[in-house]
């Protein structure tokens, strides 16, 4: 069952788009906040933090890309781009500024909500060994990951705020040092197997910590390739209790 009224903000400039999913997901059980552009959405999450961002890319003055990387500068809040654009570039370059998910109009509420049901259930289904009450910092490779705040930390100082999505895939890696994982079970670990035919693929998402990594991708010295086999985290790593 879903916990007391999930808060979902929709961000689309299209008033008849926003009352349709509004009432879609009041129907399911959801909370629902409008907003018609950045200014409308700030002043929504000034006021609170809801539990899921459906975010129109197309949106007057500020897109929905220099939004969406706004709130990830910041916070975790998983985000569903919404963009009557289907080219792939648009997919790659939403999810590449921290976006969990895609969706191209138009689409179904059913839809929508299918992915909201995953997202949400994979963002609070945290194996036990990622739970921050562990341990406090992970230190490899001059980098510095906060368990708490999900901070990352470059050897340069410099503070990078990770996608629930990037900090599960970065943990699992941390947890399995010098392993090799293969997709399966990355896959497994990061979405579980009913995440859905939705999720986009686990090659993107190791593309995309690498990028947060600064880590080359013609020849990555953290996350390497195993050929035919997964990736590897090719790092000691220190771990400091709370």
């Known amino acids: 069952m879903m916990d007391v009224m999930d808060h979902i903000l929709i961000v689309d400039d299209d008033r008849d788009i926003r009352d349709l999913l509004s009432e879609y997901l009041q129907k399911q059980g959801y909370r629902t906040s409008l907003a018609a552009d950045g200014r409308a959405m700030r002043a929504v999450l000034s006021r609170s933090e809801p539990a899921l961002i459906v975010l129109d890319l197309m949106l007057p003055g500020e897109d929905g890309l220099t939004l969406c990387r706004e709130v990830r500068a910041h916070s975790d809040i998983p985000i569903i781009m919404l963009t009557a654009r289907g080219e792939e570039v648009d997919r790659i370059v939403g999810l590449e500024m921290g976006a969990d998910d895609y969706l191209s109009k138009p689409f179904s509420p059913r839809e929508l909500v299918a992915r909201i049901k995953s997202i949400l259930r994979r963002t609070r289904a945290l194996p036990s060994n ?23 930390r470059s050897p340069e100082g410099v503070s990078i705020a990770l996608s629930g999505t990037d900090f599960k895939l970065l943990r699992i890696f941390l947890d399995h040092p010098n392993r090799v994982l293969t997709r399966d ?16 693929s686990i090659d993107l998402q190791v593309s995309r910590l690498r990028r947060r990594l600064n880590d080359n991708p013609k020849e990555p010295s953290i996350i390497k390739t195993s050929r035919g086999e997964g990736y590897v985290l090719a790092a000691e790593v220190v771990s400091e209790n709370a």
């Open 130 to 152: 990622l739970k921050p009450d562990r341990v406090k910092l992970l230190r490899f490779a001059g980098w510095a990951l906060d368990v708490a705040t999900r901070n990352l």
């Open 185 to 200: 079970q990355l896959i497994d670990m990061t979405q579980s197997r009913d995440a859905g035919p939705f999720d986009r």
